[in-house]
């Protein structure tokens, strides 16, 4: 089982470049979130979906976009790169409704650096 | 809005000690549901324990049980008899019922020692 995989796992970007994130799950779940993790401040919520064609921000969305064409997909984009998007990220997904408790499945983490 | 708080950033225990990691949440939803995650060195999260706000027990799974103060609106982990693989960084996490929305507070960092 694969699982959440996310790809790349390391990136060197410099600052106005853009990237993308990629973010698979072959486990069905409905639900996948993207979150940025740094120091001291724990997983931040960037932005989630619901179900494909659904998406809405979470805690910590400027300067990422988000869409959610398949079930199993989840990319996030960084259209021009700042150095305080220097972060781990990480992909979750899960699937919620009654009588689930919604924990969260996660990626191994990709590694950003913005110069 | 929704709100964890860890108070911890760091916690040293004895090999074979219990533990307990505080936590506390702020949220106005009647249905919440309350998480702990570990994070080893090598960065994966692991899931450890689930609480459900409407669960009347205190979750247990293993080692780990949840504490879960509904009035105090508390979910502290204790980790009993402590082993060195137990040191890593722990996250609680809540999000609305059924696991939407999920957020962490910003982790208490564990230290066993021999």
């Known amino acids: 089982n694969a699982g959440v995989t996310q790809t790349p796992k390391f990136q060197v970007l410099k600052t106005g470049q853009s990237m993308t994130l990629q973010c698979a799950q072959d486990?069905?779940?409905?639900?996948m979130s993207w979150y940025r993790q740094d120091p001291g401040m724990g997983l931040r919520l960037i932005h989630y979906?619901?179900?494909?064609?659904?998406?809405d921000q979470g805690e910590v969305p400027n300067g990422y976009n988000v869409s959610r064409s398949t079930t199993e997909d989840f990319p996030l984009r960084l259209l021009s790169a700042a150095p305080s998007q220097t972060s781990v990220y990480f992909c979750?997904?899960?699937?919620?409704?009654?009588?689930?408790?919604?924990?969260?499945?996660f990626g191994e983490g990709s590694r950003l650096t913005v110069l | 809005a929704q709100k964890i708080t860890q108070t911890q950033p760091g916690m040293f225990v004895q090999e074979k000690e219990a533990v307990t990691l505080d936590c506390t949440y702020d949220?106005?939803?009647?249905?919440?549901?309350l998480f702990w995650y570990k994070q080893p060195s090598s960065g994966e999260m692991i899931f450890l324990i689930y609480?459900?706000?409407?669960?009347?027990q205190n979750a247990t799974e293993g080692r780990y049980s949840l504490n879960f103060q509904k009035a105090r609106k508390s979910a502290n982990l204790v980790i009993s008899a402590s082993q060195l693989g137990d040191s890593a960084m722990y996250f609680c996490?809540?999000?609305?019922?059924?696991?939407?929305?999920?957020?962490f507070g910003a982790g208490t960092r564990l230290f066993v020692k021999a």
């Open positions: 979750a997904s899960s699937s919620p409704g009654q009588g689930a408790t919604g924990e969260l499945f």
């Open positions: 486990m069905n779940h409905e639900y």
């Open positions: 979906s619901v179900g494909a064609g659904i998406t």
């Open positions: 949220t106005s939803d009647p249905s919440y549901g």
């Open positions: 609480q459900g706000s409407y669960d009347q």
């Open positions: 996490a809540m999000s609305h019922l059924g696991g939407f929305k999920t957020i």
